[in-house]
């Protein structure tokens, strides 16, 4: 019984690790793009990068 949980543990694991590596991978970088934030809270991140003078990091993640 403890091995079977043990390997069900491990399971679940590497799924949430694979999905993980997917919601990368599929562009998703930022969770408030995810949840669809307000215009507001996009609007204020925009204007944080656009003051930032590297603002360069936000274009290269994307692909």
Known sequence: MKKA?????YV????????F?????????????TWEASAELRESLLR???????SDKVTDEQP
């Open 12 to 19: 679940v694991m590497v799924v949430l690790v694979v999905g």
């Open 48 to 54: 944080e990068s656009l003051l930032d003078v590297s």
């Open 21 to 33: 590596i997917g919601w990368i991978l599929s562009g998703r970088y930022y969770i408030v793009d």
């Open 5 to 9: 949980l043990k390997v069900f543990g």
